[in-house]
């Protein structure tokens, strides 16, 4: 619908509508804005509006809002129009939590009885995060920091897993939470994976179970943070994280003392 009067004023760049989706290429400008301060959370605005601004017709636009909507960055108002929302620290926590479930027994099972080649496949990975770190290239580090994780899930043999975990970066992308801010730098990302890799290289599942704990925990909890913050909200983030993240417990191989 036209915007009206109780719409708020915006200003995008039209869209260049070539490579990736219209629909990508809408969340993506809608996380550009909110996070410029182009849009602002509570707001009305409408698909018109960002229809016209960005030069596309308005069904990538109702697309992109409906993935936007099921990410939780968006709420509709029926015949109204939309408006932005900021995700929760729970939220966050609470995606972190359901990865620890699944991450940590797929790395341990990785490490332990993973495919050959597995490792080097892990640090040709690591490599290619290191020249996108050099280059400054955060799109393609944060591209081969999920393949990175992806492949210890495909190493698992655990099909659903995998496909819960994609779909739960793909909510944290849409929702444009990164920690790549003076949080934390994209080369202390990478180091983080480091020991993850050189566990499930070795074949030291134990090791790979605390490297990937503690990589997405200070991730969680960073991302929790940045969300409390930017919604000036006085959460007790640790105190969140301890009510909400059950870690499971994954049992070490017991080895047994030969007799005599």
């Known amino acids: 619908m036209p915007p009206t009067r109780e719409h708020a004023e915006l200003k995008l760049q039209p869209l260049p509508q070539a490579g990736r989706s219209l629909a990508e290429q809408v969340i993506s400008e809608v996380r550009r804005a909110v996070h410029s301060g182009a849009m602002v959370p509570g707001r009305l605005y409408s698909v018109y509006q960002i229809a016209e601004q960005l030069n596309v017709s308005r069904s990538p636009v109702r697309e992109a809002m409906l993935r936007l909507v099921e990410a939780g960055l968006v709420q509709v108002e029926r015949n109204r129009g939309f408006r932005v929302v900021l995700p929760h620290p729970r939220e966050i926590v609470e995606i972190f939590g359901v ?26 990975t690591m490599e290619r995060m290191a020249a996108a770190v050099a280059a400054g290239d955060e799109e393609l580090f944060f591209h081969l920091d999920q393949a990175l994780h992806d492949r210890v899930l495909v190493a698992a043999g655990n099909g659903r897993a995998r496909a819960i975990v994609g779909g739960l970066r793909d909510t944290m992308r849409i929702l444009g939470s990164s920690t790549d801010d003076a949080s934390r730098t994209l080369r ?36 929790a943070a940045q969300a409390a913050r930017a919604q000036g909200e006085p959460v ?3 105190a969140l994280w301890a009510a909400v993240v059950e870690e499971p417990v994954v049992e070490e191989p017991v080895v047994e003392e030969p007799a005599g």
């Open 99 to 124: 990865r620890l479930a699944l991450e940590l027994p797929a790395v341990r099972r990785a490490a332990g009885a993973g495919p050959a080649g597995l490792g080097a496949a892990l640090r040709e």
């Open 188 to 223: 202390q990302v990478h180091e983080e994976h480091e020991p993850i890799v050189a566990a499930v290289a070795a074949g030291d599942a134990g090791g790979a179970v605390r490297a990937m704990r503690a990589h997405l925990t200070n991730t969680g909890l960073i991302l």
């Open 236 to 238: 007790d983030v640790a």
